[in-house]
């Protein structure tokens, strides 16, 4: 789940990273009024789910209340497209105004999972402000890492050779290593997947500052931060991608024709493969997950169906936890809940697998089966003819 | 023979009380294995499908049953405690299939058990399966297994069942089946089972399911072209997928070049393995080269 | 460090483990407010730094706020004397009035380092209000322990298991696992070297409460509680030897007549050994460091010299971080402020040796060098002549 | 050759620009050992007596200078983070001879270590020396020392050097003296340099030096009945210190009979080490042990 920057900038203050004064305003009003509260200077920040902001045109700087009014107008209520969006992009719902900062220096850092090493890694990186996976790709060496050991937590020889390895000044490094402790203990206690600076700014007098924030919660650990699945904004999400992860169902939005309903994120991917090889393209990727139930399997159909690209749905069932007839049952009820006739392509194997076909036989459903994924690929392009 | 699991094998169920931990529990006992006790916390004392003793703690269960292997099924934010205890109870293999666990706990559960002689497989993994032994540890359904000489090793559940299907299919057997899991933290990699296949003498080739995502494939390739003579028939499924989406639990976050299908199926093609074109395709490149191993 | 039994309680209260209602006094007058305030009946308990505070008669049970006040009388300014204090006891500046516990069972709970796990173990009993020691050296398998691995903390089958040992009836047991992990977060994050609740109650109607609490502070780890550290009470320590360990000097009080210089633990009691096979008693443990410099040999000396009991001195100095040079001078120096004239046995060796003895040579001190523990036993049983 | 130490031993001195390091990393060049490197962060480029490069990290120093051993003197609440750098930086052997270290900071500490290929002497401790290869890392005076076949181990420093000093008099030299440290938690115990000694060709008795508190001396103990051929000389101190006092740093809590001295010594006698009777007898005791091995 990801947070808003402004929403990552207050747990941020709390910790004790500073970051610069500022509000967040939802009308053009109360931009006016926050750029006033800063004596007329500021910059105004989209509140987008998105990077990229920058070169999208979503920061701007203003130079007196008018102007920030002015460009809060622009922002709010439109749609803001970055190169991590889609062609429509994310509603602009706020904007964070904040004070102009004095930058001396940009640097990148970083908290995330490494699967290597099984455990948190900080990365840290003298090319703040720039795009971290193009310096990670161009200039690796220019992006140090340090793994912690979950038992020691992040310590003091580690945080003085990133200190030295970003060439920080005594000075700097102080207020630079109390900002990397509190975002390890931010990772930590707030079960992130990821905290990201980008840029963390040395000012002219030498202060260490989070000039921008981002922060994603792992959803596995949001059942004990209550609190911070309340941050949720539903608006930044695609509608049915966030439906679908309502119902705990991993669904991707694509951009072709066939449906795809499948089980387990493996099969799905492959059922991918499948579908592109056979000179298709899939609209969706689904894994409606092990433990569904038919409710659960119609609800994924459902998504499935309410996308006006689907012309054709590609079933593709292996029954384990999830059992053949309950999945044909949940087709079953959605297809008919809607109403819908769309061609069904339906592979189905192990568990229960005679009882869910007889289902799905037994309805008025236009059902084509086949019995390997070469046949299903075959079925796709006999149904998009 | 196989690996992990065989005719010694005496399974403890974690959560055999819940609706998933009764359901496949069921299912592998029909399947031929051997399963001598269950946990549920509050339980003790209850006889599961009148035959399988219900205990309150692992320590228990040990003691009572020498169980040796633990299939865990208990909800995510007590599958951290299970495996623990587990651990703690000397139990030297542990698949936990429960889905959700959060990450943070696991990177300081591997840990723990680094100190230990426990093998855990998982989390949000479909388990092993001995078919020779009719020992089944997990969710996948028995009856698309035919005992033999194949090893097959996957991230993922269903995608595992595909390849085991098509080699069945054929009349290919397999020697065991593991799903590692697709979570950012395991307790065991592709590595691990690769020298584990590589070392039994019951399994002459190996069907390597890998997926985008993380590097653990390159890694398993370093291995392969290091370690295993054995030959390897690979899949690397996700080459379609569109960059910079998540496509669902199996972490198939696609996050840089290595991460990419083209990336790791060109180290597997460094490595030796012999590559599997498309996911229909499985069971006819192991035919293939079981044919040219004559 | 100690804490007081109540200071404990706050701590334990903060960390939501249900303590008896009640307050501190300092006066008979407040005692009697505070048991007016609980209704009348209440219990007063003696304030103080030693365990069997019930069977030496500092734990009393009154039925009136009269009876507090007159209760409160007779421990304020008294010294106690229990089997953990010295014939001298500790003195009484406080007494803790609570209310009556309904009793149905009583527990023994604690935390403490075990130095073979190398880590902290949690230690349960269902034999509650008892000496614990005594039950571990009849009945050692009605302790039951659990070693707590750092990296997982304190793990929920490890607290299941014990309150499945204490016999814990499920209303009970919820109740008590949070006393339990509270004692970990208590126990880790205020670096304890022993937290202890004896008896834990649990009540007539299942409530689970704290009638006692025990906490004991690592001193090596106060640098960063400070906090804490203003808790101490060293009206509760033995005068020399909080003299001493404000100096960083350990320093124990014998019954002996031969004062003890020595530096490192180990040899410090070797020389006891070697000083009680003489034939004489030694009057103090004394291990004066490793870092010592002159001046705090010579607050080691003059603690030595306070002490009436001392009638000679021996002091065995291996140099190593500590030169034998510095502690001469270091003795020299406390000898002739205090103007001492007591026979000194000296036997120095190592780390600049001759310049040592040269230095006491040198002085008007009344010394007798030894070279070998031997001749040092010799020359004890000689000057006590 | 000994143990731990020997003419290979390249040593690191973190702290080295302090007072207690400065002064034994001086002592310790006098004495011959070859110290290649100090560390003291923010000190980097500076060179010691004239002759030893320090630099800001471990981790450099090693690279610089191949330094295989690391001496700590950092202040106690600096001294986990030495000790992790270190080996972190794959120092092999460290010695951290700081007293006062947090006891919990090392509870984390070990299980850290646990994990790599390392060894930790103390804290708390007065290090180790090898005097036929003239090298000494720690705190002991070098030239009470002796090249010899005594190995020497005992919890605490100086009472270490006694027994040293009353080896050396009788002119029996040793082969190492280790000092483990007297803290509730460290690195490495009795048990461990006593199967060091066992395999140390160059060693023909151990003399063993424990202490009242804890129960190492009884895991000792059972190692020498278990495992050590070599003969073993035994003081236990602290038998007429009184009862539920606290001896200093040492840790010499006397919590349980089995803390005490008397159910040491029969462990010892009860293992077949031959007890050494008062601390004045530690020379005498090797003496005639050495003379009836002929």
């Known amino acids: 789940m990801k947070l808003h920057e402004y929403q ?131 200039n690796p060496q220019d992006i140090h890492t340090e793994p912690i050991e979950p038992v020691l937590g ?53 202060r260490v500052v989070a000039l921008d924030a981002k922060l994603d919660l792992e959803d596995d650990s949001l059942f004990r931060h209550a609190d911070l699945g309340e941050l949720r904004d539903r608006s930044q999400e695609d509608a049915l991608e966030a439906e679908a992860a309502d119902q705990d169902i991993a669904y991707v939005n694509l951009e072709g024709s066939v449906g795809c309903l499948v089980n387990g994120a493996g099969l799905a991917m492959a059922t991918l493969d499948v579908t592109n090889a056979a000179g298709a393209a899939p609209a969706n990727f689904l894994d409606v997950g092990g433990g569904a139930d038919e409710e659960k399997v119609a609800s994924a159909v459902s998504i499935i169906l309410s996308d006006p690209k689907v012309n054709r749905v590609l079933v593709n069932i292996f029954g384990g936890i999830l059992r053949c007839d309950i999945a044909a049952r949940g087709i079953v009820l959605a297809f008919e809940r809607q109403g819908a006739t ?44 | 023979m196989g690996i992990l699991l065989n005719e010694e094998s005496r399974i403890l169920v974690q959560g055999i009380t819940g609706r998933e931990g009764s359901f496949h529990a ?65 139990v030297p293999l542990i698949a936990c299939i429960t889905e959700g666990v959060p990450v943070q706990d696991m990177a300081r559960i591997v840990r723990y058990i680094d100190h230990k002689p426990v093998r855990l497989i998982g989390p949000n993994c479909p388990g092993m399966i001995n078919p020779g032994a009719r020992c089944k540890v997990g969710i996948m359904p028995g009856d698309i297994h035919l005992p033999g000489r194949v090893g097959v090793v996957s991230r993922s559940g269903t995608l595992t069942y595909e390849a085991v299907a098509q080699l069945t299919h054929r009349g290919i057997g397999q020697s065991s089946c593991v799903g590692i899991g697709g979570d950012p933290i395991i307790g065991t990699s592709f590595v691990d089972i690769l020298r584990l296949y590589e070392a039994d003498p019951d399994t002459d080739l190996i069907v390597f399911i890998g997926e985008i995502g993380g590097t653990m494939e390159q890694e398993a390739a370093a291995c392969i072209k290091a370690e295993i003579s054995k030959p390897v028939c690979t899949l690397i499924v996700g080459a379609t997928a569109p960059p910079g989406k998540r496509m669902g639990h199996a972490g198939a976050i696609i996050t840089g070049d290595s991460a990419r299908a083209e990336a790791k199926i060109a180290a597997m093609r460094d490595a030796g393995a012999h590559i599997i074109p498309t996911p229909a395709d499985i069971g006819a490149t192991a035919e293939a080269v079981l044919g040219e191993m004559g």
Chains 1, 3 share one sequence.
């Open chain 1, 154 to 206: 992040l310590m003091p020889y580690q945080t003085r050779r990133l200190a030295a390895r970003l060439n920080l000044e005594p000075a700097q490094a102080r207020p630079a290593i109390q900002v990397l402790n509190a975002l390890y203990r931010i990772f930590t206690e707030n079960d992130c997947s990821l905290v990201e600076i980008n840029p963390l700014i040395i000012t002219g007098d030498d």
């Open chain 1, 342 to 385: 769309l061609p069904l392509i339906v592979r189905m194997l192990g568990t229960n697998v005679v009882e869910g076909k007889e289902i799905l036989q037994a309805s008025s459903l236009n059902v084509t089966f086949a019995d390997t994924l070469t046949e299903a690929a075959a079925a796709i392009r006999q149904a998009g003819g």
């Open chain 1, 8 to 138: 990552a900038k207050e747990i941020f203050a709390c910790y004790g990273i500073p970051v610069p004064r500022g509000s967040v305003a939802a009308t053009a009003g109360e931009a006016r009024q926050a750029a006033a509260d800063l004596g007329g200077q500021a910059v105004v920040k989209a509140q987008v789910h998105a990077g990229g902001r920058g070169k999208a045109g979503g920061i701007k700087v203003v130079r007196s209340p008018e102007e920030a009014e002015q460009t809060a107008r622009e922002f709010l209520g439109q749609n803001l497209v970055t190169h991590q969006t889609d062609a429509r992009g994310v509603p602009v719902n706020s904007v964070l105004v904040e004070e102009l900062a004095d930058i001396r220096r940009e640097l990148y850092v970083a908290l995330t999972i490494d699967r290597g090493f099984r455990g948190p890694v900080l990365l840290v990186s003298a090319a703040g402000g720039m795009d971290i996976e193009e310096v990670a790709a161009t």
């Open chain 2, 26 to 90: 069921r299912a592998g006992m029909a399947y031929g294995t051997n399963v001598v006790a269950g946990v549920t916390p509050g339980r003790g004392g209850q006889l599961f499908e009148e035959q399988v003793p219900v205990f309150d703690s692992v320590a228990q269960a040990v003691a009572e049953t020498a169980a040796n292997v633990s299939l865990i099924f208990v909800p995510p934010p007590f599958a951290p405690d299970a495996i623990a205890e587990a651990a703690d109870a000397g």
